[in-house]
């Protein structure tokens, strides 16, 4: 059995149940594990900003690992002590690439989403659930135009997110950023897409905190539900792969655990960690 020091947790479909609630049980595993001196590291595709108070504010996290590995960030020190962004050159192409198609894009800038009202207005379109229109909203601030702030902006873009309509644009629009250099695609959700970095995986991400902590890869474990957390699936010492998951991350992972909805995350802390 694995000595475990440092668990990453993805939040949407893992962590965080379907009303993207923390469960109390999944809740008392994060603090018992805490309590034994093991970091607990919320490893997700949202901005640092996005991650819910009710996981920031536990006593004892203290790292992020933000926008699938852009950022990693050290909550105590409020500080980033990791990034792998966007070139703003790069980013700028693939949204005016983006402009004329039937999407809703926003950027992720120093830890905030960037929309535009026509967005944010019409996301009933692109089929997002209330709860997750109620965490872009509060996530998200709203510009006139993205592609003129992106140009007039000098930081760099940590993340940039596409939502569809349905999954043949989807495909679509996935082929023509296969023919752009300098970025890695994955997925969250299915009618999205995310570009990064292709430093910034979720996988890269916990090696580098790892590093950075002195903690060898073999004493982490991951968990995850999407396309997003296959790397760092592959990457930790034990990969965990929620019920709910996508099936190539199923397939990745040396154990499954039961759904976000069944807290999956405190089952398998159980099992491997608090024995």
Do not use: W
């Amino acid at each position: 059995m694995k000595n475990i020091k440092l668990i990453s947790l993805d939040l949407d479909g893992t962590l965080l149940d379907s009303k993207k609630r923390l469960s109390p049980k999944n809740e008392k595993a994060l603090k018992d594990c805490i309590a034994r001196g093991i970091h607990i590291v919320p490893t997700t595709g949202r901005t640092v900003d996005g991650v819910p108070s009710a996981i920031k504010e536990i006593p004892g996290i203290r790292y992020v690992i933000a926008t699938n590995g852009a950022v990693i960030y050290d909550m105590k020190e409020q500080k980033i002590i990791d990034s792998r962004t966007l070139d703003r050159y790069r980013a700028l192409e693939i949204l005016q690439m983006l402009e004329p198609c039937p999407v809703m894009y926003d950027p992720y800038i120093n830890g905030r989403g960037i929309s535009e009202e026509r967005f944010l207005n019409h996301m009933d379109e692109f089929g997002l659930p209330k709860e997750l229109q109620d965490m872009v909203r509060a996530t998200r601030d709203v510009v006139p135009n993205i592609i003129r702030h992106v140009g007039e902006n000098s930081c760099p873009v940590e993340k940039i997110n596409i939502f569809f309509k349905d999954s043949v644009s989807k495909e679509q629009i996935r082929k023509r950023l296969k023919e752009i250099s300098g970025i890695v695609i994955t997925s969250s959700i299915p009618l999205n897409l995310e570009i990064n970095n292709p430093e910034a995986t979720k996988g890269k991400g916990i090696l580098r905190l790892a590093g950075y902590l002195e903690i060898s890869p073999n004493h982490t474990m991951a968990f995850g539900d999407g396309e997003n957390d296959i790397s760092m699936i592959e990457e930790a010492g034990i990969g965990v792969a929620m019920e709910n998951g996508v099936e190539p991350l199923k397939k990745m992972a040396d154990y499954i655990t039961k759904s976000n909805d069944e807290d999956g995350v405190a089952a398998a802390i159980e099992k491997f960690v608090l024995l």
